[in-house]
């Protein structure tokens, strides 16, 4: 878990999506009334009437009686969308309004991003970066992501990480990602033929974000790396598919440099993209994500 045991919350109960059967539901409320839950927050994203209505009465039937961030809470205002860029709300703006009757969130400020890693965590990180040479100029690249449709390919990857050998002397870079990123990970490394260390699936998310903490940048898909590295405050390169509008899910801070196609289709939610064959991430080139390394680099 990337929250880890920091005190944001006790327990967890499972809450299946779609969830239909009267049994499993009498039992969800019976725990819940068990474990007497007074106060509910939605942060689920806004749905229809009848749907909020009936997730709000789930609970009313468990014992809850104060509730946040439902729809017909009156200090809820509508999603902040840019029409002339067709952009929707950033994620994190919108569960910040989810909690506004709570407490405001200053989204600006540090101490809300800070997730209190613990020294074991850090020191951990430093035992798994002990290989790297040259930790002064470390970068991080994540080129794995779950979801195909936000995969920029293979090859580019490869292509890139050729390049960039050649254009950063004295660079190191540190693989992260998930065990299924390994082997992509390591043909990478192979390409860029220089210092480097590729730890997918041997880290915790938590770790991961301690490793990210002493990179100087991260380049990547738009996935959990770069969000554990912009929430480290460190600047990302970030290669997006337009299966989301733009802004909902980038990261955080104002030094990223954000690569994304505005396409007719965006905003598509597919996670495998056949009929586009993925036109918006093809129209990313290997020359667009190296010219915005170089940019980041030469403005930090």
């Known amino acids: 878990m990337v929250l880890g045991n920091i005190g944001l919350y006790n327990d967890a109960i499972l809450y299946p999506i779609g969830l239909r059967n009267p049994y499993a539901l009498l ?15 939605n942060l689920n994203p806004s749905r229809s009437r009848l749907s909020t209505f009936r997730d709000k009465l789930l609970f009313i039937l468990a014992g809850a009686r104060i509730f946040h961030g439902f729809e017909r809470d009156s200090n809820l205002l509508p999603p902040s969308t840019s029409k ?21 969130i200053n989204l600006d400020d540090d101490f809300y991003w800070d997730l209190h890693l613990t020294d074991r965590e850090k020191r951990e990180a430093n035992h798994l970066l002990e290989p790297i040479q040259n930790k002064d100029h470390l970068m991080a690249l994540s080129i794995g992501t779950k979801v195909s449709a936000k995969h920029w390919g293979h090859d580019n990857w490869i292509k890139l990480c050729s390049r960039l050998s050649l254009k950063l002397d004295g660079w190191s870079i540190v693989f992260v990602g998930s065990v299924d990123e390994h082997s992509e990970s390591e043909a990478c490394m192979n390409a860029w033929a220089k210092d480097s260390i590729n730890l997918c699936g041997v880290s915790s998310p938590r770790v991961s974000a301690a490793i990210l903490e002493q990179c100087r940048f991260f380049v990547g898909h738009d996935s959990g790396p770069m969000h554990l590295a912009a929430c480290m405050g460190i600047p990302c390169v970030a290669i997006f598919a337009a299966r989301s509008k733009p802004r909902q899910w980038f990261p955080r801070g104002n030094k990223n440099r954000i690569l994304y196609h505005q396409t007719d289709c965006a905003g598509c939610g597919l996670d495998s993209c056949i009929q586009q064959k993925k036109k918006c991430l093809t129209n990313i080139s290997i020359q667009t994500v190296e010219n915005a390394i170089c940019e980041l680099l030469n403005t930090n």
């Open 27 to 41: 039992n969800l409320i019976f725990e819940l009334r068990k474990r007497q839950v007074h106060r509910v927050v």
């Open 84 to 104: 002339s860029y067709h952009e929707e709300e950033w994620e994190a703006s919108r569960l910040a309004r989810r909690v506004k009757s709570i407490a405001p």
